[in-house]
């Protein structure tokens, strides 16, 4: 057995060049000179202004795509249920704040009970991963906002478990939700980098009702299943009237845009336990 103190654990960490840190620290403290005062002269590393210009766009999306990758690697997360829903449904008994007429109040209230589903559906999965694959399998992923993004986190938080938040930078919901677990919690710049993340881990989708952005990740991993470029997982509809509404596919299959095959990549639920069923049934446990 390797003693880590010994020889061989200082053979591993020597690195015989100085940290990207220290050499940080080392620029910091030279002369104040017209010359060290020079944008050109800081370290590329450590230029905001450069970072952030359009010619390193490519490196901000690699680096996008690097940092939740390795932390979500280091903390052992090997997959993921991914859950979405509109950031405009409030809490069982809380204020309607997104509405703008009274019409949209009454709706988004009585919409609250996908909130609800959203927490159980949630508690459900961080239970099953908790007590089969410590953890790691089937951790609740979400976009890190309010409404059903926020029950999520909050349902895997009631169970004790981990539950992971990819936030983004918008004029509005810029903070996660209080529920996400802090060292999973992510915000990116990116909505192309945000959404391979979501789906890098995913073994199944939970899309409750929501608006375009809802809309948005449900078709995108709908075209990737359908065309063959990712495994076919659950991809499960809360709420089949508020559904039968807003999507027809059965016109598209009708009218020869999709495979009439192609509606079966569709389960429609209407309370957790239904959900949570298909997922059991799609892996047979």
Known sequence: MTDETGPDAEAATWDPFPS??????????????????????????????????????????????????????EAGILSTVVLF???????PGAAAWAARNEGQRQRLEANSRYYEEARRFAQMCSKHSANTYGGKEFVVVTGGGPGVMEAGNRGAADVGAVSIALNITLPHEQAPNAYATPELCFNFHYFAVRKMHFLLRAKAMAIFPGGFGTLDELFEALTLIQTGRMAKMPVILFGSDFWARVLHLDTLAEEGMIAPDDVALITFADTAEDGWAAIRSFYGF
């Open 85 to 91: 829903g509109g950031a405009r449904i409030p809490a």
């Open 20 to 73: 990207s840190g220290e050499d940080r620290t080392l620029a910091k403290v030279k002369p104040d000179t017209p010359q060290t005062r020079s944008p050109t002269f800081r370290l590329a590393y450590d230029d905001a202004e450069f970072l952030t210009s359009e010619a390193m766009r490519g490196v901000r999306l690699q680096l996008e795509l690097m940092k939740p990758e390795m932390a979500l690697t």
